[in-house]
């Protein structure tokens, strides 16, 4: 596995999907998942280590996931500057509950994905519908990040006292994104989250872009617009032609070889 270098996150702005689906088709359904998953703007912004999820795009997906015929009639969360989150939910049996806390975990890292919640509140409601809340929270920030999660009928949770500990890591493996594979590479593993600290208006992602050799090889060739490689020996420098039909070399024109290379990229663009 590799950093990114620096040059990566330029390469990433300027990829032109279509392109690459018409290059390279073998590498189709996993392209599709990628672009039906992150954005080019999300990749970029988890390569760079953070990724800003807003409040309103993670209440959208928990209201998308209440049903008529589950325990609560409405639930949103609301991010802090002080680093809290503020749960507020209407359960049918229960009335109104209102909870503030802090994400003392968010991990995910290959196998391993999970969310640790503590909140002030001594007494939580039920376990059953602690569950309800905190799953459908899990799930709303987890999709973001590794795009849609089907909520499971039983998601693994632990309640000791204030704290909850969800165990989101067998519906990410049963996900588009745990089930499709690049190079041999599982999408799932090339994406780290070591954190998640809520801040005004939403809630800040730590993360990493792990990228094995062979696969970022094959994501610059394909993004660079180079999915067959060139006949050995047939590179040359580039040349103007003169009025006598005589050549000039890049020195002579005044085109440098980075001219040569923006123009080039430019008309890819």
Excluded: C
């Excluded at 672009?35 to 997906?61: C, H, Y």
């Excluded at 040349?239 to 890049?250: A, F, I, L, R, V």
């Amino acid at each position: 596995m590799i950093d990114l270098p620096a040059g990566w996150a330029e390469t990433l702005q300027n990829i032109d999907w279509d392109a690459v689906r018409e290059k390279v088709q073998d590498y189709g359904p996993a392209l599709k998942v990628v672009q039906g998953t992150w954005s080019r703007e999300s990749l970029l912004d988890i390569a760079q280590g953070k990724l800003f999820v807003p409040d309103s795009v993670m209440n959208d997906a928990i209201a998308k996931s209440l049903t008529p015929e589950g325990k609560l009639t409405a639930l949103t969360l609301t991010s802090q500057e002080n680093g809290r989150l503020a749960i507020a939910a209407e359960a049918k049996d229960f009335g109104k509950i209102e909870l503030t806390g802090e994400v003392k975990e968010f991990v995910h890292e290959g196998d391993k994905s999970y969310i640790v919640y503590r909140v002030r509140e001594r007494n939580l409601p039920g376990k059953g519908l602690a569950s309800w809340i905190f799953s459908r929270i899990s799930m709303s920030m987890a999709s973001r990040l590794v795009g849609h999660l089907d909520l499971p009928e039983n998601m693994p949770m632990e309640i000791h006292g204030n704290t909850i500990r969800v165990d989101y890591s067998k519906a990410l493996a049963e996900s588009d994104v745990g089930k499709t594979e690049f190079e041999g590479h599982r999408l799932m593993d090339m994406i780290t989250v070591t954190g998640a600290k809520p801040k005004a208006g939403g809630i800040e992602f730590q993360t990493e872009l792990n990228v094995p050799d062979d696969v970022k090889q094959a994501l610059l060739r394909i993004a660079l617009g180079k999915g067959e490689e060139k006949p050995e020996g047939t590179e040359t420098s580039p040349q103007t032609d003169t009025p006598s039909g005589e050549k000039k070399s890049p020195a002579e024109t005044g085109q440098t070889a980075d001219s040569g290379t923006e123009a080039t990229e430019a008309a890819q663009e």
